[in-house]
């Protein structure tokens, strides 16, 4: 019977092959425990000399890291095994003899790590990291669909800047300009006009050159957008929403959370509601915290938003930020027209802002008003324009960073450990 590491557990007492890797191994004279792995999972296989023949037992104990093979062998139930099964090998069929495998055991540096991405990804902490990210996809679609939203896909070349130019990655359409996608809201609008409900899953793009923990290149980010919601009811959905992803992964990724040692009882408090603070509050608590030099209309930075993160068990969202220092599509507070109705969610723990969202401007005049103030002219924004001409209506709609949301569930601190293949400011390889 052929099966995978995950699935083993449902074959106790029973003989089954597995395709898998050689991870680590450790021999002595009569027994060879060997550290396998397949993608699904790891498990240990005991090879016993007496049990196999010579032959076998020669291969288990010279066989080289990464080197693939079908094993054969009994499931057995192992309390001292992290998995809580292991193999008892009785054939091995050698597939590939990997030589010289670059990622040994011993400790290596982030540099070299990173470029041998294609092979580090194998190693158990990398493996737990993505199976995060995984959950994280999984749970976000499953929280999607069953609250009657549609999956959209905008487009990832693009006409317009969604953000502010300052970011944009330029390329030739033929004989056009046209940028890669920094967000794909502009479009998830137009959807929700459409749908009603919508959400996006997809790769952005920014030109940043930040070179920090919290910042790629190339970042997947999920945009919902929703039609008739205001910034408060879009809050709740946000709450709820990181809520679910979070108990989800708690719920189906224990083995993961383990590997990577993450202190799960912080995650375990989080749950909507979540606090918040408007900006002005920020300010004054950032005074009282001694950064004396924050001034009114300022963003924040990294450690700004840990600071004010401390103070918080859950994640806290700051709320009505200054016009300046916003996108122009934000809506003004109608009791103040110098701050807008957006908030951004910060996470504990010092891993930033995971979340930016607002309501969006749904007046034709004052949107105008506000492209004339970015110098947003010219046809590749008159389509958005039209959203407000036809039928507009209060809509609300926010972004969630994937990468900063994997790093937070997962303890790992830098970004680049949660995307596969990352691209940073001096890395494209592999
Ligand atoms: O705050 P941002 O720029 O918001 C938008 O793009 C909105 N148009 C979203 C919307 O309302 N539909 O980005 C949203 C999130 C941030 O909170 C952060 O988590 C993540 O995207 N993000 C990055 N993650 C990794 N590297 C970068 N360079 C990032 N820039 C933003
Ligand atoms: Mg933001």
Redesign the pocket.
Known sequence: MKTTISQSPQFIEQTVTIGAWLANKRSSGKIAFLQLRDGTGFIQGVVVKNDVSEETFQLAKNMNQESSMYITGKIVEDNRSPFGYEMQVSNIELIHEANDYPITPKEHGTEFLMDHRHLWLRSKRQHAVMKIRNEIIRSTYQFFNDNGYVKIDPPILTGSS??GTTELFHTKYFDEEAYLS??G?LY?EAAAMAFGKVFSFGPTF?A?K?KTR???IE?W?I?PEMAFVDHNESLEIQEQYVSFVVQSVLENCKLELSVLERDTAKLEKIKAPFPRISYDHAIELLKEKGFDDIEWGEDFGAPHETAIAENFEQPVFITNYPAEIKAFYMKPDPDRSDVVLCA?LIAPEGYG??????QRIDDLELMMERYEQHGLTGEAYEWYLELRKYGSVPHS?????L??TVAWLSGVDH?RETIPFPRLLNRLYP
């Open positions: 969604a953000e920094q967000s809201q998830m920014r940043e930040s919290r910042h790629l970042f980010m945009e951004d802002e995971i979340i930016g969202g607002s709609g926010f972004g969630l960073g990468e900063r970004v």
